[in-house]
Each structure stands twice: as C-alpha cells, then as structure tokens.
C-alpha cells in the first residue's frame, strides 16, 4: 500500500517541465488584470471577495491573480514587515510550472504571486533520481525557508516515478526574493529495503548552535537529521538520520500517513513543539502536536506517550470540519508555523473546499498556548480583526460548536476517500452561568479563559477566546473560542447570536 502514496499524490500535483534557470521573477508573464484592487488591502480588504472556487483564474495567463489560491504545503518566513511565503508547485486543473511558487504580503490575508524560485527542476535532484533508474517528477514538493546569518536556505523536495525514491536539496540567496543558486542535496532515499525514509518534507531547527533538520513521510515515519551549521548540508554525508515519530497500524496496516513535520521552539513555554500532518491530503489530512524538552526528543503527546512508539498522537488541533451553511474544509494540513508581530504564533496550511477537494486555498490561523502548555488553533481563518475587551456579559449567547473528533481509516488514498468532516452543532451559555439552561453544565469565565464545566464537574473544556470573522456567514467580527478538553481534544466554537 505504501508504494502508492508518490503515485496518488502525482495525480494532484501536475506541472511541466522547462530549462533550469534560477530566478524569482518570471518576465514573460502576461496579466490579465488587478484582482489585488478588487481584494483590496488592509482596512479595506474585501473578504467578500476571497472565495473557496476559483476555476476561472485558475490557469497560468491568471497567475497574478493567484495570490491565496493554488497553495500547497506553505513555508513562511517574515523579513521587515512583509511575509514571504513558498510553497508546492500545484494548481487547480491545469499544468503549472515546476519551481517552488513564492507570495508575499503585508497582512496575512493579502497576498501576491512574485514567480518561482527555479525555472524548472533543480539540476542535481534531478541527476540522483535518473543515475537510480527513476524519472523525476515534473513538480517540487514542500518547501522550507528560514534565514542563517543574512543568507536565505530553502530546502525543496524531488520525487520521481519509483515510490520513496526521492531527495531534499538546498538552494541558496541572500535576499528572500532571489535569485536563487542549487548548492547541493542534503538527504536522499532509494526504492529499496534500505532503513530510511522518504527524502521529502524537510523543516529545520537552530538550538544551541546545532541545525537539525526533521523530514520524512509514511516509509518509516519523520527523521531527524544533523545538519552542517555552516554549509546547511548534511553534517555526514550520506546520512539519513533517526527516526523519532510513527504512527500506529490497525489489522496490519498503517492507520494513515504521516508526513509533512515542522518544528519549532517557544521560548515562553521552554520546549520544542513538532507540528505533524496525519492522513490522506486530499480528504481527512489533520494536525498533530508532540513536544519535547530536548530537540533530539523523546516528543510526548497530550498524555505523555512517546510518539516513536507506534502510535497516534493527540492533540490533533485542526482537522476538517463543517460549519452550517458552508461545504466545509478538508485536506486541511502541511502546517507551516511561525511568529509575527508581538511574537504571535500563525499556522498556515492548504484547506481544501468541500464542494471540490482539488480547489487549495491558502488558511492562516492564529496560535495560541494554552496554560498548560499546549497550543491551539484559531477555528476560523485570521482577518485582523480589532480586539477590545471581553467581558463575562458578552460571552452569553448561542454558537456554533465543533468538537474535534476522529475516526481511525487504516490506509490511504484508496481507503480514506471520506474527509469525515467534524459537524457544528448549536451551544447556548446562558446568562445565569449555565450551558444550554441545564444546571448540571456551568461555564464561568476568567479572561482570556473559558471554562466549560459538564455533568457537575465531571468534564471540563479550557479554552481561549477572542475576537475573530465569521468566513461562513460574512460576519466581520464576532466571538470566537479554541481550546482542549481533558482528554486533549479540540473544541471550536463561535457566537452566531
């Protein structure tokens, strides 16, 4: 079964091949027109204008009209005040061009399609994969970006024709806008028996000095790999690293994939936090969390097991989900963490319409760390919404709540063809303190904190309020809750009356 993942994913991502010329800027684009002006920026973004369908821009002739459509699998990172984002070579029905497509913004919500970051497939990927009897994919996967000492890395991902046959490879600028020079491949992986994993999904971590890059995909889980500080190669050549997360297996077979890790550390919290995609990406794709004190690990999940033991990991904080009168969102991970201004956490990732799952739009989410630690995610994508205070009296009314389950589908693409969207159902915190106008369920409040208290006390949800948008009912600002219950499951909510 696992040899059909490169196959399956290549149906989704199709694009042509071209010559190898390193630039960002592609001069021979021909725009149609400005949709920038009819999005707007700032306080005067027309979200009424961002849509979930875009069938009709979604060639390259439109590619300036692209900004958060066809994104896959996004990296960003902030330089001054504007955010670069990089990301998957993919677009909605057409071929696109292979070479790391690259946005930027100034609001997380306004975005411009810049170009590519190569003008085909890196020449050295391509060599490995041919020199071992595979065909390399027309397309570059998974980007990561960061930035050492005024020099911009960013690590890409080649597959090919062969199943795991894959590598990660770096190219280098010193500006986030290119051009870009190959340097070398960092970690390879063969279609053999060798130990290993597949070569793609690379994100990297600084601490203490060391550069450690984290990768990989269902083969054998996400592996951790040394990396030279200097050169951003790998430290030993031809090493693959070890291997610190996989996931479970039912009736013999794996309950999902597992792929697409990032890595962070957050200082406030003093541990590093692994962020990673469950499942089929095109359906019931999900986020899971595991952190560690260590970078080296063990990475623990919500109740404290080591996630390199076989097993599926909570919190899962974003999965797909349903809010009423709206087709809902699947395909809904790859994350993509980093912090913004006044050191606040963002999470990006594709979502994938339920109307059609072979739309991506790019989702930016806020992050928040709850008091134990944990951090979750925003139900609703960020619109900078003005934030005043909450009180106690504001909270009352009726919402639209989503709690987070999941069932387990062993299997892949031909097994996990249902998103199993989580399905809004309405709450009411009633005035005197009760949940529903039932006695036996409280919520109280403790600002930013939300507690919901169920059956006298005997299940509690702890979660985080805040101001935020109504996408599905084009409500501009309303209250919004995210957070875990005791058993590390999300909650989502927010206030329709």
């Not at 013999?252 to 890790?261: A, K, Q």
Request: some cysteine; aromatic content about 12%.
């Amino acid at each position: 079964m696992k040899t059909q993942i490169n196959t399956l994913k290549k149906l989704l991502f199709v694009a042509l091949s071209s010559a190898v010329i390193y630039s960002c800027k592609d001069e021979n684009w021909e725009p149609v027109n400005n949709y920038d002006a009819e999005i707007g920026t700032g306080e005067n973004t027309n979200f009424d204008a961002i849509t979930d369908t875009y069938a009709d821009v979604s060639g390259l002739p439109y590619i300036n009209m692209w900004g958060y459509r066809n994104v896959h699998d996004p990296s960003v990172i902030k330089v001054g005040d504007t955010y670069y984002m990089y990301s998957t070579d993919v677009a909605f029905g057409v071929s696109v061009k292979p070479g790391i497509q690259v946005r930027k913004s100034k609001d997380l919500i306004n975005w411009t399609f810049e170009g590519w970051v190569f003008d085909g497939l890196p020449k050295k990927g391509v060599e490995y994969i041919t020199q071992n009897g595979g065909t390399p994919d027309n397309s570059l996967w998974a980007p990561y970006i960061m930035e050492v000492n005024g020099e911009y890395r960013l690590y890409y991902s080649l597959a090919s024709n062969k199943g795991r046959l894959s590598v990660t490879g770096l190219a280098t600028s010193s500006s986030p806008m290119g051009p870009w020079v190959e340097k070398d491949i960092v970690v390879t992986s063969k279609d053999d028996n060798s130990i290993g994993t597949n070569a793609i999904d690379p994100t990297v971590l600084v601490a203490d000095g060391r550069h450690i890059m984290y990768y990989g995909s269902s083969w054998d889980g996400i592996y951790k790999l040394e990396l030279d500080p200097a050169t951003g190669l790998a430290k030993n050549a031809g090493d693959r690293g070890t291997r610190i997360v996989q996931r479970g297996m039912t009736g013999g077979m794996r309950n999902g994939n597992l792929e697409g890790p990032e890595i962070i550390y957050n200082a406030e919290q003093k541990k590093y936090y692994l962020f990673l995609a469950y499942d089929w990406l095109q359906t019931k794709y999900n986020v899971r969390v595991a952190r560690s004190d260590s970078p080296d690990g063990p990475f623990l999940d919500y109740n404290g097991a080591n996630v390199n033991n076989n097993i599926d990991s909570a919190p899962m904080i974003i999965a797909p989900y349903q809010f009423k009168g709206h087709s809902g969102w699947q395909g809904v991970s790859h994350p993509g963490v980093f912090k913004g201004e006044n050191n606040q956490y963002y999470i990006a990732h594709q979502g994938r319409p339920g109307v059609n799952s072979f739309y991506m739009d790019l989702h930016v989410r806020e992050l928040y760390w709850m008091q134990d630690g944990w951090p979750v995610a925003s139900p609703e994508r960020y619109a900078a919404v003005t934030q005043k205070e909450i009180k106690s009296a504001d909270l009352a009314g009726t919402y639209e709540q989503i709690v987070l389950g999941y069932n387990v589908v062993p299997g892949y693409g031909n097994e996990q063809t249902s998103p199993d969207f989580q399905l809004s159902s309405e709450t009411i915190l009633s005035p005197n303190g009760t949940i529903n106008n039932d006695p036996n369920n409280t919520w109280s409040f403790n600002a930013p904190y939300l507690t919901l208290s169920w059956g006298n006390g005997a299940f509690k949800d702890i979660l985080y309020v805040k101001y935020g948008r109504d996408w599905e009912n084009k409500v501009s600002s309303t209250i919004l809750f995210t957070g875990l219950n005791q058993f590390g499951t999300a909650i989502w909510a927010k206030k329709i009356k």
